[in-house]
């Protein structure tokens, strides 16, 4: 059923629109390594936030214990008990979810926290090992503190023992300016929270103070962001990883850099921890940096701003921000779909049959980026998974065969344009550690790790993302290359960064 003539100019003037050219993702990596140097250069940059973790080093596997992850983010919380096994890559979890209702997202920092202790709270009552003689609970990690609970500092081993204490890893997904491992200030909510109280201030203090109130003997060992978190996961069972990132609701890139490479670091650790400082910069130690690369091309030089971009940004909470994130995400890709497919009904240049556009085209985000992806990868040889999405999702009756050819088009159109910046990005990033990716071989490959719906579950997205990657890295370079899905970075990635910060200091 090929398309009219109407359809076929509409739809190049979208590939045009949604284009990115070999030449692009040029731009694209040169933009980012400028962007990355800017980043790491000042602590307050407008580029790339380029966040250091105070994970210092790649998990080798042999982490071993037990500790708890709290896992904010999104819409829902998670409280898990990790147990690392010490076997490259074994663990066992387990974990309660509870839904953040709509109104906390917006309510005082302070009741943000209490509803999450009492989450903390509960899980510990329904789930973990009791210990026999007070009923508090009782974990075997290294990592068991015995910390005066009115103090909440640590004391000597041989103090006597006032109470046993279980450590956290807190996978805190926003950005946060951290000056040690296990303190950070929040740099701005997004995400469609924004409670007061929260900016510029220690998130785990906070948390502290809830869980404190309630006289919940845990205390907070690391704090980390999912995609630290996805980075550290993958090295537990990889320890040749190099990258962590993350392509679901949202997008996000953590890697290893070298600590004498981050000069804002050395102003930021030389007042804390000057010992770090030194055995780093003399052991050419790497930590993790967060790149928040979500805000990457804020100003929108490199890649192009089309009619809509333009509509959802302008639209969105966060005009101008988070520029990348909006070409790529999952929170975006679905409404992008949206926009287009209603500008087409509007303006009459496809699906005859529609000359208005249905309700529930109208509403903005009302498309999933699952959408996107069903009609992409449906590889039947009628479309008949197509057939079924437009009519039941879209709400399109009546439609012809061509009309389905068109909008499965329009859907390829923009996840392509997503998948190949994507790729881009992580090929710059990796090229960044050339030096890694030149250690690295078919037998020890430099790993990635990735976690999120998009690369999950999107077939024809991973495949055009790793063609980018390649056209940027080099089909030479590619058999010592592996890309790892990584599901439970906030959970085991935040358990192994805590058990490692025990062992390290
Ligand atoms: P989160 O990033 O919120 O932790 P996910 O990794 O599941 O969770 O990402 C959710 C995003 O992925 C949503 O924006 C959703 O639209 C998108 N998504 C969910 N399923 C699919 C799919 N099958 N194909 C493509 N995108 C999907």
Known sequence: HPPTAAQTAALQELEAEFAAPQELLCNVVHGLHKSMDAGLMDMHSPRLAMLPSFIVGNATGSEQGRCLALDLGGTNFRVCEVVLKGRHGEYSVRQQKFPIPQSLKTAPAAQLNAFIADGIATFLRDHALQNEDDGNVLSSSPLDLQIS?????????????????????????????????????????????????????????????????????????????????????????????????????????????????????????????????????????????????????????????????????EQSNNQGKQMFEKRISGLYLGELFRLVVVDYIKSHQLFGAYTTVPDNLTIPYALDTSVVSRLVDDDTPNLVHCAQVIKHTLGLNGLTPTDHTVLRRIAAIIAWRSAR?????????????????????????????????????????????????????????????????????????????AIMSAEGS
């Open 149 to 313: 609970p009115s103090l909440g500092i640590p004391v000597a081993a041989d103090a006597p023992v006032v109470k046993q204490v279980i450590s956290l890893g807190y996978t805190f997904s926003f950005p946060v300016y951290q000056r040690d491992l296990c303190h950070g200030e929040l740099v701005q909510w997004n995400k469609g929270f924004n409670c007061p109280g929260a900016v510029g201030q220690d998130v785990v203090a906070q948390l502290q103070l809830a869980l404190e109130a309630r006289q919940i003997h845990v205390q907070v060992t690391a704090l980390l962001n999912d995609t630290v978190g996805a980075l550290v996961a993958c090295s537990y069972r990889y320890p040749n990883t190099v990258l962590g990132a993350i392509l679901g609701t949202g997008s996000n890139t953590a890697y290893m850099e070298k600590v004498a490479r981050i000069p804002k670091l050395q102003t930021q650790i030389k007042v804390k921890r000057p010992d770090l400082q030194q055995r780093a910069l003399e052991q050419d130690l790497e930590m993790v940096v967060n790149m928040e690369w979500g805000g990457f091309d804020n100003p929108c030089a490199i890649v192009p701003l089309n009619r809509y971009d333009q509509r959802l940004d």
């Open 421 to 497: 910046l994507a790729g881009a990005g992580l090929g710059a990033v990796v090229l960044r550690r050339r030096d890694r990716l030149e250690a690295s071989s078919p037998e020890n490959p430099l790993t990635i790790g990735i976690d999120g719906s998009l690369f999950e579950h999107f077939k024809t997205y991973r495949t055009t993302l790793l063609a980018a990657m390649t056209e940027i890295i080099g089909q030479e370079h590619m058999p010592s290359i592996r890309i790892a899905l990584t599901k439970d970075g906030s959970g085991v990635g935040a358990a192994v960064a």
